[in-house]
């Protein structure tokens, strides 16, 4: 029997998440924290990871870890969380648990791709609401559209990926009161833009912040949590696969958020950076910057095919985004100084 027979169409007609090889690149393309820990913090978390019970099975909702992320992220009292194999995990469990047959799902686009993907996944219909030209959102009319198209699920990239927009407040509030179903605030990058809507909990019944670990600088661990009220999460842990965050993984995430002050400060290392560079990729010629709440900064250029190339060649690894509507863009990750200084050098040999 063929593959073609069995697998959905659904399926056949998608394409794999890719991840190009960078070895040996200045990587640039991923959205990660350029930091490494100290080698004195390194050895300290060596010494307890050492400790681990590897023969064991993990904590099935990692208590311990909870409570920590409860306290350092200020989770308001009365709300639950739920831990995740990253945010990605947590995204396919809430659309799983949310796909009535003819649910739908409704987002801005463009916006992470794996919101379409896990539409896609469980048969969900996808409503992509298409953004203005400068990647701000018309809430109003999104407003309408929800209304018409009742979704069970809205996200909501804050700020959006891959444009690094901030959504007003305002705006985003008028979504969650008008949502017939549950808004989902992906707050990937809360660290770099240092809003949030966490402390807005309690008082929007169908709302869930969405955050991940990923991007503070602990991609490699693959942790994500939601946050939301204990009815929700009630529901959504029927989804969630036993064991589902490995010990390792909890171990270095209580380690680490116990010493959050160095992720932090990374973190506003970033945020500077980001604004230096950004300030210098808009004079180049021919490059017109958006403007970014995130730790990447989203370019048009002239020619992003050409230039993603010629970076390549120069060592330099970006995302090429070059399709409507971010046709002739790259999206650059904000990487250390010398990174940065690379590839502003690069970029004004490769325009």
């Given amino acids: 029997m063929s593959v073609e027979k069995l697998v959905r169409p659904e399926i056949l007609a998608l394409k794999a998440y890719h991840v190009p090889p960078a070895a040996g690149l200045v990587k640039l393309d991923a ?207 029927k989804v969630r696969s036993p064991y589902n965050v490995n010990v390792l993984t909890q171990a270095t995430a209580c380690f680490m958020l116990e010493r959050l002050d160095v992720l932090e400060a990374q973190a506003a290392a970033i945020r500077a950076d980001r604004d230096r560079l950004a300030a210098t990729l808009a004079a180049m010629p021919g490059v017109t910057v958006i403007p970014s709440k995130a730790n990447f900064i989203l370019v048009r250029v002239p020619d992003a095919d050409a230039t993603h190339g010629a970076l390549l060649r120069r060592g330099v690894l970006v995302k090429n985004l070059n399709a409507p509507p971010t046709k002739n863009c790259l999206r650059i990750t904000v990487g250390t100084p010398e990174e940065n200084r690379i590839l502003v050098a690069a970029l004004k040999e490769s325009l």
């Fill in 31 to 237: 959205m990660e924290n350029p930091y490494a820990l100290s080698p004195e913090l390194r050895g300290e978390l060596a010494q307890v990871l050492a400790k681990v019970e590897l023969n064991r099975y993990p904590d099935p909702t990692g208590a311990r870890l909870r409570e920590l992320l409860a306290r350092k992220m200020c989770v308001p009292a009365g709300m639950e969380l739920m831990l995740g194999n990253g945010s990605d995990e947590l995204l396919q469990i809430i659309t799983i648990a949310l796909a009535r047959p003819g649910a739908a799902m409704m987002y801005p686009a463009p916006t992470f791709v794996m919101y379409s993907m896990y539409a896609a996944f469980t048969g969900m219909k996808a409503v992509s609401f298409p953004l203005r030209a400068d990647f701000s959102l018309d809430a109003s009319a999104f407003i309408e559209r929800m209304r018409a198209e009742k979704p069970a699920i809205v996200f909501l990239a804050y700020p959006n990926n891959p444009s690094g927009t901030l959504y007003p407040q305002a705006d985003m509030e008028a979504i969650i009161a008008a949502a017939p179903g549950i808004v989902v605030m992906d707050e990937a990058y809360h660290a770099f833009a240092e809003k949030t809507f966490m402390d807005r909990l309690p008082a929007f019944p169908n709302l869930l912040v969405l955050r991940t670990a990923s991007k503070l600088g602990l991609a490699g661990i693959r942790l994500g949590y939601l946050a939301a009220r204990p009815e929700w999460i009630e529901q959504l842990n």
